[in-house]
């Protein structure tokens, strides 16, 4: 896969429209994970948006993101930073050959009040 | 048979890039009636209607089809043109290949194609326009100005110069608006009060100019230069002529719970109140919430106090009715409400404030009377945090899509003024971008940042939250890359500002246009910016979209100019394009009439001869000096008798048979 296709790929895995960005920083002001992550929220946006998907898959923020949603949730424009995180994560799994988790372990687990993007997340994380 | 000229209009490359529009004059050379067609680089150009004049007298024309921008755009100038030429003006159609081709498509060829059918379609209209001539209808000379706030009273006070009538309508006990709770105004720093209440005073004396404060439009009825409208004058319970404003009442009321609305509702005031010092009307007005007297029936000190006895517990809501020529609408603004912030902690935290709420605290006749302290404990604020764009530029649903517009001068202001005032505190500022264009306005705010120090932070804030009695603010500083951690005393929100949410019923009464914002929409963004598309409805202030003191001034003039240009004439042309019935085919059945917005239709009774015999018949009647020609009543119709000149159903078929011929 080139680089390019790399890009679309994660932008449409994510389901956001990164030009949308006004660059405000919203996001990064509320994450609770910032000085954990090596690449900021707001630079995940950034750096997707430049097509700069090599760094984001070498990063180790994918890993630190708690998938609270909170950025999602202040963004003032709909953009979701975590989904693009997701995303990049997803692409680096997929990569590896594994993806960790069954389908049957999924039901009992799901409560409805939990966002499923992170149940997702988090399987894949403690799967790795 | 008609003998019809095309004009294929270039505009430049607008056009002429996408429509090869030599090949559309050609095509329809040999249509139906067609006896010259010709194309021009600027039809609209002095030259280009010379062209259309000459062609009209050389080759007698009937009638003329124009392609070219959209009718709204330049539908009048090629009336007046034909008829300058001695041509009736409603001989004329406009093909729009502009807005409704060349610029929406990229396809030469299909463009050319689309653009063909258009002119066609006006050819097979103009084959069927008979020549119409208006009516006049009389103009009341008196205005109407819907809301009291700078942009009323400017606009009022300069079409009373010009010698009209004005009544400005007020839904509060008193004009003067949102500038009256301003302290300071940018980029001058100018006391708000000083330039406002001098206008206001120059309103209550001005002959022409009627204050109908405390009041609301309830109904509109007319058209333009004939407006009747209801103003329903709310029970203030205060004789409006007797009150001489002394304030005896408000020093004796005992109910002193209600919140004073003037100063953000940031202390309390008594059941009865003047709204501030400068009021106009200067006479106080009772709350019936929070009067005891109107309440249980105990208590009428105020009544008892009062010198003048002007207090009327009785009082009714009144009605009057009044006729107008124009109608300006001036509604105004407020802040959006933050509940759906609540990363903000505005409900949960008494010292996060919105900025209009400092705007009162700064003020000598606000509830600190302008000494800067904070609402929870009255200290003063060492460390003061602004954040900008609280809710605008926001698609998350939440907000408001568009920027506020005033915010970041305003903000600019407040930081100078602190750290002007009280040189020991910090001010830090939290912006997405800082937005300056307009004279002076940059300079305003590079002096908060070079001079007085103020701390600019680029980034948004995530989260504001209470520990140990300090607010911590943490945001984004995205130049350095890094989370900030601010501790304030006092966290100060610019929250966005929206259209007075009254506007939406003000909007409905006068037919006005309103977009998804609930601004009202004027009737050409570059060209017409003050008119609403409703004639004879103009608009001044936020009410038409963001917008600071001076723009809202300027427009309220213009407006003023419009009013005047309107109200000099003693007559005005009415549309002919009106509907009208065909009396044999009428069935009387009132659908129409239940259907008109403007009540143009009414029933009379006529004796008909019918087979041979005479009937009475119930018929309908259009009045064609109320019909505004919208043509509800001619697709509502069962019988088919209901008619528009200018636009009948057998025009309106033909150009319909035109489109489907390909």
């Known amino acids: 896969m080139t680089v390019k296709e790399q890009c679309e790929n994660v932008k449409r895995m994510s389901g956001t429209d990164v030009r949308k960005c006004m660059k405000c920083g919203k996001c990064s002001g509320r994450c609770p994970a910032f000085h954990e992550m090596d690449i900021k929220p707001h630079q995940f946006v950034s ?79 403690y799967n790795k | 048979m008609q003998r019809i000229g095309v004009f294929i209009c270039w505009c430049g490359s607008n056009i002429a890039a996408t429509v090869d529009v030599e090949r559309v004059a050609d095509a329809v050379k040999k249509d139906q009636g067609v006896v010259y067609s010709a194309t021009y680089q600027y039809m609209c150009s002095e030259n280009g209607q010379q062209l259309i004049k000459n062609a009209i ?21 090629f009336r007046k043109t034909a008829e300058a030429a001695g041509l009736n003006s409603y001989m004329v159609e406009i093909a729009n290949i502009r807005e409704h081709c060349s610029w929406i498509h990229k396809d030469r060829e299909e463009a050319t194609e689309k653009a063909i059918i258009l002119v066609r379609t006006a050819i097979a209209k103009v084959n069927l326009n008979a020549p119409l001539s208006a009516g006049e209808s009389p103009v009341i000379k008196r205005a109407l100005v819907i809301g009291g706030g700078i942009a009323g009273i400017q606009a009022a006070l300069d079409i009373a110069e010009a010698g009209f009538e004005v009544d400005i309508v007020e839904k509060n006990a008193t004009i003067g608006g949102r500038m009256a709770q301003i302290d300071k105004t940018f980029p001058t720093l100018d006391c708000s009060a000083c330039i406002l209440t001098p206008k206001m005073v120059d309103c209550a004396q001005n002959e022409k100019i009627d204050i109908l404060s405390y009041s609301e439009v309830e109904e509109v009825k007319g058209f333009v230069g004939n407006f009747s409208v209801k103003i329903k004058r709310k029970a203030r319970f205060v004789d409006e002529k007797k009150c001489t404003g002394c304030k005896l009442c408000m020093e004796k009321c005992p109910s002193k719970k209600g919140l004073d609305e003037f100063n953000m509702k940031l202390n309390k005031r008594p059941a009865i109140y003047i709204p501030f010092a400068q009021a106009i009307p200067n006479v106080a007005v009772i709350d019936p919430e929070q009067c005891i007297k109107l309440k249980t029936g105990k208590c ?54 919105t900025s209009l709420e400092l705007e009162r605290i700064m003020n000598a006749a606000g509830p600190t009377n302008g000494v800067l302290l904070r609402p929870s404990d009255g200290e003063h604020p060492k460390v003061i945090t602004f954040i900008q764009c609280v809710g605008s530029r926001d698609t998350s649903g939440c907000g408001k899509p568009y920027c506020s517009k005033i915010c970041c001068m305003y903000t600019a202001k407040h930081a100078m003024l602190i750290r002007e005032k009280y040189p020991d505190t910090e001010v830090h500022v ?29 980034g948004m804030v995530g989260k504001v939250y209470n520990e140990n009695g300090k607010l911590m603010v943490q945001g984004s500083n995205l130049i350095d890359n890094e989370q900030v951690l601010i501790e304030s005393d006092l966290v100060v929100l610019a929250a966005a500002i929206e259209p007075e949410p009254s506007v939406r019923k003000i909007a409905t009464l006068l037919t006005a246009s309103i977009d998804t914002n609930n601004f009202l929409t004027e009737s050409h963004a570059k060209l017409r910016p003050v008119e609403s598309p409703t004639a004879g409805v103009y608009l001044a202030g936020v009410c038409q979209g963001p917008k600071d003191i001076p723009e809202t001034v300027s427009q309220a003039s213009a407006c003023a100019a419009k009013v005047i240009g309107l109200l000099v004439k003693d007559k005005l042309k009415t549309n002919p394009c009106v509907a009208s019935a065909n009396e044999t085919m009428c069935n009387g059945c009132s659908q129409c009439a239940s259907v008109c917005p403007y009540g143009a239709i009414t029933y009379v009774e006529k004796e008909l001869r019918v087979d041979g015999k005479t009937e009475l018949r119930r018929i309908a009647s259009v009045n064609p000096a109320v019909c505004q020609g919208c043509g509800a009543c001619t697709v509502t119709c069962p019988s088919g008798a209901m008619d528009l000149k200018g636009f009948s159903s057998k025009q309106i078929m033909s150009e319909v048979e035109e489109i489907c011929k390909r």
């Open chain 2, 430 to 458: 939290f912006y997405i971008d800082v937005r300056t264009p307009g004279k002076n306005y940059d300079e305003f705010f590079r002096r908060a940042v070079e001079q007085y120090g103020v701390d600019y932070i680029k």
């Open chain 2, 57 to 77: 007298k050389e080759h007698s024309l009937t009638g003329i089809v124009v392609g070219s921008c959209s009718p709204r755009m330049h539908e009048a100038t």
């Open chain 1, 47 to 125: 750096l997707l948006a430049q097509g700069r998907i090599e760094e984001l898959l070498k990063s180790e923020a994918i890993w630190s993101c708690l998938s609270c949603m909170a950025c999602v949730e202040r963004c003032p424009r709909a953009v979701a930073p975590a989904a693009v995180i997701e995303a990049v994560r997803d692409t680096v799994i997929r990569a590896q050959g594994a993806n960790g988790m069954k389908a049957e372990d999924i039901p009992p687990m799901v409560d409805e009040l939990i966002p499923q993007q992170l149940l997702m997340s988090a399987y894949r994380k």
């Open chain 2, 300 to 353: 009428g000190l105020c009544q008892k106090v009062c010198g003048a006895g002007a207090i009327d517990y009785t009082q009714k809501d009144e009605y009057i009715e009044r006729g107008y020529g124009a109608i300006v609408v001036a509604t105004g603004f407020k802040p959006i409400e933050l509940n759906a912030f609540n990363e903000f902690g505005y409900s949960e935290n008494q010292d996060v404030i």
